[in-house]
């Protein structure tokens, strides 16, 4: 069948919570880990649904015969930051280097254009390098780093900031 790129709907909210779990547990790329986000099912369905026809926030997911591989998101950022908008994403480990991350990436990117985005920023792990090749492939350039932006079991992480110019 192959992966279906999607905006999220109210009715994904369980999926994308249990998905969250899991990439949570796989990874220590995320803000969180294998507990996940703090957000009910109904919480969740209510922040898709404030979202839906939204000009300056999506969630877009990737899925496999149903099953939430993969989700991405832009929030425009507010006030005299409204020309910009922060960007994340992530894919279960097991659809890694599988274009996934890309082609959500590519969604991203039309709808930034589509309503007016002039930048997008995200945060990445120094050391996470594949990701980083992602983004450059993209365009995004590196414009600094945060050297302890996780602490990870006492251990400080490095982050770099990376923004996109849209033209």
Request: with cysteine; proline share 2%.
């Amino acid at each position: 069948m192959g992966i279906i790129i999607e905006k999220a709907t109210c009715e994904d909210s369980a999926g994308i919570l249990q998905y969250l779990k899991q990439i949570g547990a796989e990874t220590d790329n995320l803000t969180f880990g294998a507990e996940g986000l703090p957000f009910t099912n109904e919480s969740e369905a209510a922040y898709i649904s404030q979202i839906e026809n939204s000009c300056d926030d999506i969630m877009l997911i990737a899925k496999e015969d149903g099953k939430i591989v993969g989700n991405a998101s832009l929030s425009r950022l507010p006030r005299r930051m409204k020309h910009r908008g922060d960007f994340g994403v992530s894919v279960l480990k097991e659809y890694w280097n599988k274009g996934i991350g890309g082609q959500l990436l590519l969604e991203i990117i039309k709808f930034a254009k589509q309503n007016s985005f002039e930048v997008i920023d995200l945060q990445v792990r120094s050391d996470n390098l594949s990701a980083i090749h992602l983004y450059e492939k993209f365009g995004f350039k590196k414009i600094g780093t945060h050297p302890a932006f996780f602490k990870i079991g006492g251990k400080e992480i490095s982050f770099d900031y990376m923004c996109l110019r849209i033209q």
